[in-house]
């Protein structure tokens, strides 16, 4: 794919501008409403919708269909990530307004860690092509985990990156605004906001393993592999104000990802058997998946708000509310 350098500048300085103009807009401590979520989740989709038609134009519409194909179905694996925020951000007790600033760093984080990972996907692929059937291996088994449920028992506080954390630098039982650190009896501390940070970036690092190969189902051009889960991962923070407190209402969508994942696998399976074992095996063309990811994402979202998910009854010994999750630990690493 012949793409121009100043197309990749282009989306440098949209990438950078964007996430300058969010971090002067949302200094300090600052809780993110329904409204200005609203404003910034459509910025961050106008922005991308707005760059495949640049794609479009400026390298071929095969190249555009590709990048909004994979835009659309990392943004949809990204709704996954959003249930894992919800869970760090209780189990630590994040206040609000200190999210935002949680979830910015997050970002730059992910958008490193996933340029490594792309970077490595591409080059694998292209120099052994059977890892494709890897690749789809992994998915398949996330779409399987997926549908049985088995990723409802993430616990935060299990994180060997927490952990390993913890063990590096103390880490004090009391927030200080939205400081990662602050000194304490002549010795520099981190406060919970760091170790909250943390727990983000390795469960992006966990939701990764399933990110990387399903892009690459769509495209192997580093290109559109990158810039595609850029735009997703961009948009990322304002989705999640955006659905917050409302994220248990789409009960549906797990088993709509899992069906997503299992196809996504489906077609790298046949994609790695076309290019390894013989021409004659069918490929599903990209227009066939956007419009999979676009069916199978509707009816999920449809289906759970008409058919809400029945409510969970208590018995007189249960409480109608759960348990608070645990404190942050104190200097010893003990709860």
Known sequence: MDVPFWLWAVFGAVVVGGLTIDLVAHRGAKTIGFKEAAVWSGVWVGLSIAFAVVVGVVVSPDAALSFGTAWLLEKSLSVDNLFVFALIFGYFKVPRAYQHRVLFFGVIGALVFRGIFLALGVAVVEQFTAILFVFAAILLFSAWKLMRGDDDSFDPGSSRAVRLLRRVVPVRDEYAGTKFFVREAGRRVATPLLAVVVAIEAADLVFAVDSVPAVLAVSSETFIVYTSNAFAILGLRALYFLLSGMLERFHLLSKGLAIILGFIG??????????????????????????????????????????????????????????????????????
Request: aromatic share 0%.
């Open 266 to 335: 489906v077609k790298l399976l046949l994609q790695a058997a076309h290019e390894t074992i013989s021409t004659s095996v069918p490929e599903i063309p990209t227009l066939v998946s956007l419009g999979v990811i676009v069916v199978v994402l509707t009816a999920s979202v449809v289906g759970s708000l008409a058919r809400p998910a029945p409510a969970v009854e208590h018995t007189d010994d249960e409480p109608a509310e759960p348990a608070e999750p645990a404190r942050p630990v104190d200097h010893a690493g003990e709860r």
